[in-house]
């Protein structure tokens, strides 16, 4: 943690921290995690000296969520297999599940 931490930030990074170890992060990892994520959430309430750009605009980690933490399925949906196998003219599409329409298009 950095020094001057507030009692509140120093049990959000153990907080943050063993929650990432709880999902199969190592140590390391985990750590470097969880004091970006305070060391933002500093940033956005004032408490650095210094922040910068990214810190201080946009959605605040707690509001994001994750949605850039690359965990995320990159899997296109059956509306978007879809309207390819629509572009390309397979017959049958309607018919077909997401299961099936990737194998028709080859992503199988």
Do not use: C, F, W
Request: hydrophobic residues 20%; glycine residues 10%; charged residues 40%.
């Amino acid at each position: 943690m950095p020094r001057g931490s507030s009692p509140k930030r120093e049990r959000q990074y153990e907080h943050i921290k063993d929650s990432g170890k709880k999902r199969g992060m190592s140590e390391d990892r985990a750590e470097e995690m969880a004091a970006r994520t305070v060391n933002k959430e500093r940033a956005r309430s004032g408490e650095a000296k210094s922040a910068s750009r990214s810190s201080t605009q946009g959605k605040s980690p707690s509001q994001r969520g994750g949605e850039k933490s690359g965990n995320r399925s990159k899997k296109p949906t059956r509306d978007e297999l879809y309207q390819e196998a629509k572009s390309r003219g397979i017959e049958g599409r309607s018919s077909m599940n997401k299961e099936q329409l990737a194998k028709a298009l080859g992503r199988s």
